[in-house]
């Protein structure tokens, strides 16, 4: 691509997408502290305890079996 | 003057993982983020979560943050990023409103369907290289600003700026449109 179409795309794309100042303005329009501290206060998921009886799973049969481990990973 | 109107204060407050430091940075720095986010993302309620997203970021890696550094430019880099992750999950599913996209074209010589599949088209590219050509030249931001939010040299904007408008270029010919 030469200098001249980089120029003529870039033109393209400018007036196709003009800046967002222009459309919709770039000025935050609420104070989003609430919806900040709802965030920070939110609990944290909880793992749900088959999640960690599939991870215990996988620990013994790695612990018993460690030729599975090459496997395991090239399939993670 | 209250120990948390001294800037350097609240920053030191906030590495401790001080809450009211935070909250002061977070209304001293929320509009800026926001501005910076929503020029990339370019729909005002995605740019609000992903401020909120940012904010959460910064909070959790307040231990990280070195208190003789400015605020600011390390905010504005987590939120590059937090606005790069959001495009690489949602971009394919993105489209402009309608009342974003017809009413302001700026140029009536182009035709609404050339600019339509450029719009198209350029939000389909990689999101590493749409965010450096939104911010380089539909935004015009500085390639220093760029380069720093992106944590890469202005070279590699350059060039991330380049490939983007040779890949634009390549799928409007692929469509059979001539820019």
């Known amino acids: 691509m030469n200098e001249h179409d980089q120029k ?25 502290w609430p919806a900040m501290l709802q965030r920070i206060e939110a609990r944290p998921a909880s793992v749900p305890w088959f999640d960690w009886a599939l991870l215990a799973a996988v620990a013994a049969w790695c612990a018993f079996f460690p030729g599975a481990i090459p496997v395991l990973l090239y399939h993670l | ?35 910076w986010i929503v020029r990339m993302v370019r729909d005002p309620a995605t740019a609000e979560d992903l401020t909120v997203e940012t904010f959460w970021r910064i909070y959790r890696a307040h231990a990280r943050f070195d208190p003789s550094r400015n605020f600011g430019p390390w905010a504005r880099c987590i939120a590059t990023h937090a606005a790069l992750d959001h495009l690489k999950t949602a971009r394919p599913e993105i489209d402009l409103p309608d009342d974003l996209a017809s009413p302001l074209l700026p140029n009536p010589a182009i035709s609404e ?14 999101a590493k290289l749409q965010v450096a050509a939104t911010l380089a030249l539909i935004e015009e931001q500085s390639q220093k600003d760029i380069a720093n ?3 890469i040299s202005t070279g590699a904007v350059k ?8 890949l634009l270029r390549k799928e409007l010919k692929r469509q059979g449109l001539e820019p």
């Open chain 2, 113 to 126: 369907e050339l600019r339509r599949k450029t719009a198209h088209a350029f939000r389909r590219l990689p």
């Open chain 2, 1 to 35: 003057m209250p120990v948390l109107e001294q800037p350097s204060e609240v920053l030191r407050q906030f590495c401790h993982g001080d809450i009211d430091a935070f909250e002061v940075l977070f209304r001293q720095h929320q509009s800026e983020v926001y501005g």
């Open chain 2, 149 to 151: 939010a992106l944590g």
């Open chain 1, 8 to 32: 003529r795309i870039e033109q393209l794309l400018q007036k196709s997408l003009p800046p967002v100042s222009v459309q919709v303005g770039a000025d935050l329009r609420r104070d989003l």
């Open chain 2, 159 to 166: 060039l991330r700026v380049f490939r983007a408008l040779r």
